[in-house]
Every structure is written in structure tokens, then in C-alpha cells.
């Protein structure tokens, strides 16, 4: 909550009534219509398993990592998989150092749930030994500016960078057959994570009592409007979780319609990602191809030293 | 440093300067009255460069450096866009986008005296001058122009406000007319209000215009003269 006052004291009353008088007549500040997205860029970072997403203004960072710990007791076959959040101040000046907000911690649930209780990561296959060891699956996601809507922006991020992670291949060896041996990514290649499907979260706006709604609001908009929802759906029209916190109360009917957009538009969005994701995928696979010129590069420096 | 003081100071007009350059010799300046804009400071006889950017010479007699940023350092005599944020018995406190808020005494307005103490509500929009900008103080600021009269100042009605980096405002308002207004302003007709804080308000009838103009400003910052044009170009065709 406290995100949403600072931004609104920062918001004149003329850009608060500007914002909602033009969207009786469909004309949002960005030049959108009330259910178009913004442009979506998907980048990766050097190392497996980091992505970078832009959102309009919005840019979240998206990290995944990796570790082998004991799983939970009740249950022993299954990986962990947790997200982690960290607004910085540079963001936004609403967002405090330190101690995460309302909205940061709203956010880390949202994407947890919408990627847990859905089960698209197979935490099955993360078991190595039942009850000894589990791969913990980290997902840091870093917003780095707050254009809004940052919880779709996140969303992205997280399922981005969950595509492109790989980890390392373990095998069961020792006496007993009970010690872990975690191959290093030189001799054994690294395993892409099991990913069912793509949960995609899309959010909506809804301003005061014309029952007026948009999709991925920008943060003006964000500051002005009564209610939100967010809606996680995947590419084949299943519904993962729906979020509306606070706020204006929303008609069925409205939901329904909600929810209809936002299965068309996670197909689109299902497609940027993994388009993107096929693009590193194949990159990736060319600069190994390469590795061996580089090698002979640095034979000819040694030879032009002697 | 001894070079730089014996070359001539027109030398460092219109080039770029670092933080620590001595741009202007007063010694060698006598029976001038020079004036003193953003990012420059006097130590006796030295003028120097506080921030990076180029340094501008305006006829008769001011000098400041230009340089783009998201956040805005108060200096005196410059036009400014400001919220609301509270009101005390003496001031109202100003968000100027700068690293304190701005003071606005409630008298500083025309023919202010303690019977007609305006009402703004938080979040009025103001266009404003800049009295005093010191160093510890709180800038200080004025709904009106040195001679006393209201001239334009004071609160903007309706439109719509959004931000820009300092160097795009300080483009808007440069003459001759910038490419994107004169373009914007050969088919559309609005009002527009440039703060050299990084703030702008445009007003028109509809709010399509206001969305279009608003929008063209924002996406010319990074292009030259003849892409702004053809940009504005390309955005009017759009809504048509």
C-alpha cells in the first residue's frame, strides 16, 4: 500500500482527472486502447538461468539459482522451488531499502503461486536421493524500474529465466551408492528444468464506478485506479490463480470477461517467451561450436610470446 | 589550472566543461555584472564548474551549464513546474523533483496579503519561479515574476503533467522554436507549460490531442530535428 500512496501524492489532480476523463473515451496517457499490452523485450544474461524483461518503462531482472539441500520432512520426493523479491530504491522512491513492502512481498506470492500451486516446474524430478538430498530452486527477481504493472513484468522474468536455468547433472556413486556426485557443466552438459506449461499473469485496472477496465496498467494509472486483479492463466485457456486485492469490488461478469482476455493474451505472450528462448537456446548452442577457435587464438598469442 | 585561467573565458562557451573547471576569470572581467545559472560556482576571483555539461552563454550577461537528468537542482530566476505536497501557516511545501522541497511563502503572490491566503489543495499543479536557491536551504519560490505581477504564474487547470529528463525541458523552450513543437503545433493547437525542473503540462480541447502531444515530447528526447518531424508526422496520421 505504501507504494501506491507515495505514488499517488507525486500524482497531480489534474493528471488524476486528465487520466480518468480520458478513459471514458477510451484514450489511455500511452496512447494504448484500454486492452492493448505494451511492447514485452526479453533479454538474457551472459550465465544460464538470468533474464532481464522489459514492460514499457518496467524492467524487472530474473535470476535462478541452483542448491542442494534435505527437502521438507512431509515431503521427501519432491524439490523446493522459492522466490525471492528485492525492490530497489532506484525503482521507485516510494520503495524503501531493506525491509520488503506490502507490494514486494504481494508480488512474490503472486508469481509463487501462480508457478507452485500450478505445479509448472516438475519438483518431482529435482529429488536425487528421497529424504537426503533435493535441488532448491531460487528465483530472484530484481525490479530495476517501476513503470507498472510490475507483477506481470516479474511473472515473465521468473518463467524466463526458469526456461534458460540449467543445472547441473548429478549421479548417486560412493561404497553405499548414497553419496552425490554433482558433474561439473565441462564434462557432463547441464539439464534444462521440467516445465509443464507457462503461467502468465496478466493484470488488470479498474476505475471507479463507470466500471471501466484496462489491461497492464501503467504506474499513473496505477495510482489513480479503484481496484486491481490479477488473473494467472497458461497458453491453453487453464486458469492457475486469480488475485484481487482490496480495492473496488468486481462483477462476475466482468471477471469472466477478464479472464477471456487474458487467455488470449497468454497465448501471445507464451510464444514472445519461448520464441526468445529458442533464440538464446540456439545462440548458445553456436558460441559452443565456437569454443574451439578461441583456443587455437590463444595458442597463436603464446607462440607469438616465445 | 594556470592554463586554463589565462585562455580566454568566451573559450569555454558552448563547449563541454568537467566539474572542477575554472570556466571564467573575474580578475580579468572588470565593471562586468555577470549572472550566475545552474551548476556554476564563485570561489573570489574563479567561476567554476560544478556538474558536467555545456556551458552556455546567454546575451547580455548569464551563464549556466546545460546538462540532462532525472532529477532537478533549484538555481535562481528559473521557471519551474511544482506540486503540492502540504501547506503550513507560512509556506506551502513545493515537490520541485529536487533534493529538498520547495518553500513557497503563501504571501508570495500578487497583491498577497495575510486576508487572501490562496487555498491549493495537495496536488495543485503551480507553475513557479525560483527566488532563492543557497545551499542547507530549503529553495525558495514565488508565484510571481520579479516586478510583483502574477505575469503567468500560479496554478494550471485540467491537461495533463508528465516528466521529462532537465535537458529535453531546457530543449522545449529553446529558441528558435524546437522541431517536435513547431511540427506538433503546425496542425494541433494546445497550451503548454515548460518547467526547467523536467516537468511538462500540455492542455488541449480533447484529450486526444493532449495524449498525442504528450507522447511525441516524450519520444523526441533521443532523436535529431528532421526524425522529429517525421515522427510527429507519422503520430498525426495515426489518430486521423
Redesign the interface.
Known amino acids: 500500500m505504501e507504494g501506491r500512496l507515495a505514488n499517488s501524492?507525486?500524482?497531480?489532480?489534474?493528471?488524476?482527472?486528465?487520466i480518468k476523463?480520458?478513459l471514458l473515451?477510451e484514450?489511455?496517457?500511452?496512447?494504448r486502447k484500454p486492452f492493448e499490452y505494451r511492447k514485452i523485450s526479453i533479454k538474457f544474461g551472459r550465465e544460464d538461468g538470468s533474464s532481464e524483461v522489459q514492460l514499457g518503462q518496467t524492467r524487472v531482472m530474473g535470476m535462478v539459482t541452483a542448491q542442494l539441500v534435505q527437502p521438507y520432512r512431509d515431503r521427501p520426493k519432491e524439490g523446493i522451488l522459492s522466490i525471492f523479491t528485492e525492490f530497489s530504491p532506484m525503482a521507485d522512491p516510494s520503495f524503501e531499502p531493506g525491509r520488503p513492502g506490502e507490494l514486494a512481498v504481494e508480488l512474490g506470492h503472486i508469481v509463487d503461486r501462480g508457478l507452485r500451486e500450478s505445479r509448472a516446474v516438475d519438483t518431482e524430478s529435482l529429488c536425487i536421493l528421497a529424504g537426503k538430498f533435493v535441488w532448491a530452486i531460487r528465483i530472484d527477481l530484481h525490479i530495476l524500474d517501476n513503470g507498472g504493472n510490475l507483477v506481470d513484468a516479474a511473472n515473465i522474468a521468473a518463467l524466463a529465466a526458469l526456461l534458460t536455468f540449467r543445472r547441473p547433472e548429478c549421479s548417486l556413486g560412493g561404497e553405499d551408492g548414497q553419496e552425490v556426485i554433482v558433474h561439473p557443466p565441462e564434462i557432463r552438459e547441464p539439464l534444462p528444468l521440467t516445465v509443464h506449461h507457462l503461467p502468465i499473469a496478466i493484470s488488470f485496472g479498474f476505475f471507479s464506478n463507470e466500471s471501466i477496465l484496462v489491461i497492464d496498467p501503467i504506474h499513473n494509472e496505477e495510482a489513480v485506479m479503484g481496484g486491481r486483479m490479477t488473473t494467472t492463466v497458461n497458453a491453453n485457456g487453464d486458469i492457475c490463480a486469480i488475485q484481487k486485492s482490496g480495492g473496488e469490488g468486481v462483477p462476475q461478469r466482468v471477471i469472466m470477461q477478464c479472464l477471456q482476455l487474458a487467455t488470449s493474451k497468454a497465448a501471445s505472450i507464451t510464444k514472445q517467451i519461448k520464441d526468445a528462448v529458442e533464440v538464446f537456446n540456439t545462440e548458445r548452442a553456436l558460441q559452443k561450436i565456437k569454443r574451439q577457435p578461441t583456443s587455437t587464438g590463444d595458442d597463436v598469442r603464446e607462440k607469438q610470446n616465445l | 589550472m594556470e592554463n586554463k585561467q589565462s585562455s580566454s573565458p568566451a573559450s569555454f562557451v558552448d563547449s563541454t566543461v568537467v566539474p572542477g573547471d575554472v570556466v571564467l576569470d573575474l580578475s580579468s572581467m572588470t565593471n562586468q555584472t555577470i549572472k550566475l545559472g545552474g551548476g556554476l560556482r564563485q570561489d573570489c576571483d574563479a567561476i567554476s564548474a560544478m556538474k558536467a555539461g555545456t556551458l552556455r552563454f546567454s546575451k547580455p550577461n548569464k551563464y549556466w551549464i546545460e546538462s540532462s537528468q532525472k532529477r532537478y537542482v533549484p538555481c535562481v530566476e528559473d521557471t519551474i513546474l511544482g506540486?503540492v505536497?502540504d501547506s503550513k501557516a507560512d509556506n506551502f511545501l513545493i515537490?520541485i523533483k529536487g533534493p529538498a522541497m520547495g518553500f513557497l511563502p503563501v504571501l508570495a503572490f500578487e497583491g498577497g496579503t495575510r486576508r487572501n491566503i490562496p487555498k491549493f489543495?495537495?496536488?495543485?499543479?503551480l507553475y513557479l519561479r525560483v527566488v532563492k536557491a543557497n545551499f542547507g536551504m530549503n529553495p525558495e519560490l514565488s508565484c510571481t515574476d520579479a516586478s510583483g505581477k502574477a505575469a503567468e504564474f500560479g496554478p494550471?487547470?485540467?491537461?495533463?503533467?508528465?516528466e521529462t529528463s532537465t535537458g529535453l525541458s531546457r530543449k522545449l523552450l529553446s529558441s528558435p522554436t524546437c522541431p517536435v513543437l513547431e511540427a506538433l503545433g503546425k496542425k494541433l493547437s494546445f497550451e503548454i507549460a515548460v518547467g526547467l525542473n523536467g516537468r511538462v503540462?500540455v492542455n488541449a480541447a480533447s484529450?486526444?490531442t493532449?495524449?498525442?502531444v504528450?507522447?511525441a515530447i516524450m519520444n523526441s528526447e533521443s532523436l535529431s530535428g528532421a526524425q522529429q518531424i517525421i515522427m510527429v508526422d507519422h503520430l498525426l496520421q495515426n489518430i486521423q
Open positions: 501524492w507525486r500524482l497531480t489532480v489534474n493528471d488524476k482527472n486528465f476523463t480520458a473515451s484514450i489511455r496517457i500511452d496512447g | 506540486i505536497v515537490d489543495e495537495v496536488g495543485t499543479l494550471l487547470k485540467d491537461g495533463y503533467m508528465f503540462w484529450p486526444d493532449i495524449v498525442v504528450a507522447n
